[in-house]
């Protein structure tokens, strides 16, 4: 029986010959993830599981991002009752303020993932590592806790949606419209349990960058998984991370999909997803009227050097808007540290911007950006539903890099083209 990249992965974890969309199967874990948020729950359920011990402390990876360095005493608590549990069980991949990152940024620079890997993590976007050719996806806490006992999870194997990819962008175009793109195309619901396979020769032209922050949005169009092919790009990434020997697996080539999409990556122009949907998609373009008061760069779809580079090619020489606040939001400690040496920082300072410590902060309305009533802001995070980022008649608008940082020198929803 023919199969798609993603039965195949689930197939070799499950120990199965063959397996196809719909069949419930037990797979193999090769690494169980959590952050402060999400951790706490699952170690209190897992003595439930009648285990003494973690499954393996070498495939576990607690990454507290979200509320650190702590925002209040709720948040000390929680990343506390982290840290208990790492030291007691000896987890290996435990990442303490210093060392900690964005986590779906820092696993795979940290090698964590590799190509042919299952992961589940107890946070949706989990889903990123599907640009290295893993099959990963975000799952509840309890899931978490029972990975972490057993090191095995229960799946229904996802049908696939082919997206053919073809042709390269324009300038200031990335894999942030891209998917907002799609996502606008198909609906926040258009791949609802199913396997999103990237694939085409225009995939040549993404960088790795590009493919996380698609892969890390699949979520947004309700998909289990995102996953692109592995190929030189994706190779050369995991050796210099230092990753594991990868698995590689092919799609055959009459491997059955549920609906097949052809995208001209040329035809791509700078997107923003308006209020309060990711599928709510327009052409930067037409934002030209929309007055915001807050910009935000980073965050574990888009804080990544390259990310950053954009923002500053765009920033160098120029202010950002009075009465705009931008936030500039380094994923990693590493990319922090690089983005420092190259003098990014310089540019973003001498324009107005304020630097933070790598944290998820914003994102989910933590800390590091909340929004009052009425402002708005344009956020190279994932998402903007009702009161994501702050007060529920707030508005957040997201958009890639060039785009925010455009936003941020002129005040207005920009097209980055139009400076």
Known sequence: MPM?????ILAAASKEREVHPGQLIMA??????????????AIKEFPKFGRKNVFDKDRIALVPDHFTPNKDIKAAEQCACV??????ENITNYFEVGRVGIEHALLPEQGLVTA????????????TYGALGAFSTGVGSTDMAAGMAIGKAWFKVPPTILFRLHGSFRPFVSGKDLILHIIGMI????????AMEFTGEGVSSLSMDDRFTVSNMAIEAGAKNGIFPVDGKTLLYLKESGAKEPRIYQSDPDAEYEKVIDINLGDIVPTVSYPHLPENTHPASEGSSIKIDQVVIGSCTNGRLSDLRAASSILKGRKVADGVRCIIIPATQKIWKEAMHEGLFDIFVDAGCVVSTPTCGPCLGGYMGILGKGER??????????????????????????TAAASAVTGFITAPEAL
Request: aromatic share 8%.
């Open 4 to 8: 798609t990249m993603t039965e195949k």
């Open 116 to 127: 042919g890997d299952v992961v589940i993590g107890a946070d949706s976007h989990t889903c």
């Open 83 to 88: 840290r208990q549990f790492a030291k007691s």
């Open 377 to 402: 802001c344009v956020s190279t995070t994932n998402r903007n539903f009702v009161g994501r980022m702050g007060h529920t008649e707030s508005e957040v608008y997201l958009a890639s890099p060039y």
């Open 28 to 41: 193999d874990l090769d690494m169980v993830l959590g952050n402060d948020i999400t951790s706490p729950v």
């Open 187 to 194: 609906g926040v619901d258009g791949a609802l349990y199913k």
